[in-house]
């Protein structure tokens, strides 16, 4: 295994091993232990208000092989697949977006075709991250 896979490897652990934690509780967090990394495409989103990680901070693990986790996966997905995975080659919607500043602060971390995946953006507001990123950040309030 090389350093990149093992890497890699180490970072899936991580994440997985923190949406457990977080979803456990308190109580159950001590007692949880390390889940195995998901098989397949997927990713960690996270979507905050403001320029920054603020306390309003929603996020989700999208799953690609088959489509789950994520309200809106099977779109989600479809536009990761066209994209190779890079969010940022997602294209863009033909939209028309109120001129009004209410940053959204949007991340991603995970793993497509074996390589890994991290994409970090703040728009404008939420029409605009819908525009540029389609449905990959589309979390219920």
């Not at 920054?52 to 999208?62: C, E, F, Q």
């Not at 994209?83 to 991603?108: E, N, Q, W």
């Amino acid at each position: 295994m090389t350093n990149n896979q093992k890497a890699t490897t180490a970072v899936r652990a991580f994440l997985l091993a923190a949406c457990a934690l977080l979803a456990a509780g308190p109580v159950q967090a001590r007692a949880a232990a390390l889940p195995e990394a998901p098989a397949g495409d997927w990713l960690y989103v996270t979507v905050a208000r403001g320029e920054s990680r603020s306390g309003d901070l929603r996020g989700t693990l999208l799953l690609c092989d088959p489509p789950r986790g994520h309200e809106q996966a099977v779109r989600a997905c479809e536009e990761l697949r066209a994209a190779h995975g890079d969010v940022g080659r997602i294209p863009l919607k033909d939209t028309f977006c109120p001129m009004v500043y209410a940053p959204v602060s949007v991340s991603a971390r995970g793993e497509w075709g074996g390589h890994a995946i991290t994409y970090k953006e703040t728009f404008a507001n939420s029409c605009v991250m819908t525009a540029r990123t389609g449905a990959v950040f589309a979390l219920p309030h």
